[in-house]
Nanobody, 120 residues
Framework: EVQLVESGGGLVQAGGSLRLSCAAS????????IGWFRQAPGKEREGVSC????????YYADSVKGRFTISSDNAKNTVYLQMNSLKPEDTAVYYC?????????????WGQGTQVTVSS
């Protein structure tokens, strides 16, 4: 069974950086995509970024463009979200999810989430 485990969340000051990791296991195929999402209290879930395993195509929400970078270490089956220039508005629970179609569209498996808190 596909399993996703997030790590790297924590407390950071505004302007600081944090790197989240999403470790994937249980895949029996090569083509899939990993997306990052976040949800703040009282807010709807927001798609943040996505990367395809097949060719490394990346996508970003407008709110994080220029500040966040998604990357993949395929040998380790791990996807990272490097978050720079963090703002208090970035505070949320961050989730990674797998799209087994590899299209960054429909997500089939979700991790448990990791809390990111940005202080001012």
């Amino acid at each position: 069974e596909v399993q996703l485990v997030e790590s790297g969340g924590g407390l950071v000051q505004a302007g600081g950086s944090l790197r989240l990791s999403c470790a994937a296991s249980g895949f029996t195929f090569d083509d899939y995509a990993i997306g990052w999402f976040r949800q703040a209290p009282g807010k709807e879930r927001e798609g943040v970024s996505c990367i395809t395993r097949s060719d490394g195509t990346t996508y970003y929400a407008d709110s994080v463009k220029g500040r966040f970078t998604i990357s993949s270490d395929n040998a380790k089956n791990t996807v990272y979200l490097q978050m720079n220039s963090l703002k208090p508005e970035d505070t949320a629970v961050y989730y990674c999810a797998a799209d087994l179609s590899g299209l960054c569209s429909g997500y089939d498996r979700w991790g448990q989430g990791t809390q990111v808190t940005v202080s001012s």
